[in-house]
T-cell receptor, first 107, second 118 residues
Framework: DIQMTQSPSSLSASVGDRVTITCRAS??????VAWYQQKPGKVPKLLIYGASTLQSGVPSRFSGSGSGTDFTLTISSLQPEDVTTYYC?????????FGGGTKLEIK | QVQLQQSGPGLVEPSQTLSLTCAIS??????????WNWIRQSPSRGLEWLGRTYYRSNWNNDYAVSVNSRITINPDTSKNQFSLHLRSVTPDDTAVYYC????????WSQGTMVTVSS
């Protein structure tokens, strides 16, 4: 199985800050990486797929980058509504696997 | 626009079978380019992919090793839906269960909180 290790597990930042979340795969995943945002009690929302392609309707302050085994999700200017939990996922091979999540809080 | 509507009980007794159904609208379960997945989420396990069914000239399934001996995912072409059956459940199977489509999951069902308890 491909393990997806997300860091940090929690992060505190101020409105307007640039925020970066990292995901490291235990082996190469051919850029088949997705990022999700999940608010409490809600279904996960797809933000990024193919490591860097923005899903339709997602604000442009979200971006994804990386290749091989190391990937990042960046929020260019943190907004209050971005304060929630984020997950990465690889879909290059089964079993499809998720990172453990990053909880983003306002400082 | 693809939509997934999930149904099934929210309470299952230990050692019994957890059964959920996911009805598809806006696409076909037999779509040769699609895949239909079950995922669960709990505080202890996080987001866990359980398995999928897909059609590529014939029906195929992939399952997570953690549930491989207990899980069956079946397509139902007559009703355009797919189902999850998880046998011999324990309290550790308590989770929110979702059905999704594809590989990067843009479409999710509403989710069902399933509690395993007597």
């Amino acid at each position: 199985d491909i393990q997806m290790t997300q860091s940090p597990s929690s992060l505190s930042a101020s409105v307007g800050d640039r925020v970066t979340i990292t995901c490291r795969a235990s082996q190469g995943v051919n850029n088949a990486v997705a990022w999700y945002q999940q608010k409490p009690g809600k279904v996960p929302k797809l933000l990024i797929y193919g490591a860097s392609t923005l899903q339709s309707g997602v604000p442009s302050r979200f971006s994804g980058s990386g290749s091989g085994t190391d990937f990042t999700l960046t929020i260019s200017s943190l907004q209050p509504e971005d304060v929630t939990t984020y997950y990465c996922q690889q879909y290059t091979s089964v079993p499809l696997t998720f990172g453990g999540g990053t909880k983003l809080e306002i400082k | 626009q693809v939509q997934l509507q999930q149904s099934g009980p929210g309470l299952v007794e230990p050692s019994q079978t957890l059964s959920l159904t996911c009805a598809i609208s806006g696409d076909s379960v037999s779509n040769n380019g699609a895949a239909w997945n079950w995922i669960r989420q709990s505080p202890s396990r996080g987001l866990e992919w359980l398995g999928r069914t897909y059609y590529r000239s014939n029906w195929n399934n992939d399952y997570a090793v953690s549930v491989n001996s207990r899980i069956t995912i079946n397509p139902d072409t007559s009703k355009n839906q797919f189902s999850l059956h998880l046998r011999s459940v324990t309290p550790d199977d308590t989770a929110v269960y979702y059905c999704t489509s594809g590989w990067a999951f843009a479409i999710w069902s509403q989710g069902t909180m399933v509690t395993v308890s007597s």
